[in-house]
């Protein structure tokens, strides 16, 4: 089946099995393998991404689902010499060790944020509880998150100072 999902804000087109995942779509015909498999049950969140703007576990949605959709992954959210918020809250507060499980984590609080620019440490923790970390204890990275929404915060308001001095 013929599909056109917009993938970081690059249109790509693939003909693919119609049983098929969106996460092996997103890694195996895209390239993309920030994006993690983990369990293929839905339960610890490593597949994570934005399909038209809110989070979805990759291994619950099928690629023929995504035609003619918007879907952000890891791949999409910062580079490594412009990070995302979140990313570099992730690397300054230590929210990682194997990583496995960070690119679905950092999806996962970008809707947070995207929702609730100032979560509470319960709402965080209660917003990842289908995310799965098997080395960090969830400490540091509730502690990534509220870094990042710090940060997100004072870089609006910064733009919005600029927008009224033009």
């Keep these: 089946m ?9 249109p790509y087109t693939r003909d693919v099995e119609p049983r098929t995942l969106l996460v092996h779509f997103l890694r195996e015909d895209l390239g993309l393998t920030g994006t993690h498999v983990g369990c293929d049950t839905s339960q610890c969140g490593a597949c994570t991404v ?3 703007g809110d989070a979805v576990k990759s291994c619950t949605v099928l690629a023929v689902q995504a035609d003619g959709m918007e879907v952000l992954t890891i791949e999409g959210m910062g580079t490594p010499a412009d990070l995302h918020p979140l990313q570099a809250g992730f690397w300054e507060k230590h929210g990682l ?22 979560p509470s440490e319960e709402e965080i923790r ?17 502690l990534a998150v509220e870094h990042a929404a710090q940060a997100i915060r004072e870089a609006t308001a910064a733009a919005g100072e600029q927008a009224a001095d033009d």
């Design 2 to 10: 013929n599909i056109t999902v917009n993938v970081n804000g690059l």
């Design 50 to 52: 934005h399909l038209n």
């Design 97 to 118: 060790q194997c990583g496995f499980c960070t690119p679905g984590m950092i999806m996962s609080a970008a809707e947070l944020l995207k929702h609730n620019p100032h």
């Design 126 to 142: 209660h917003h990842l509880e289908g995310n799965y970390c098997r080395c960090t204890g969830y400490h540091n990275i509730v």
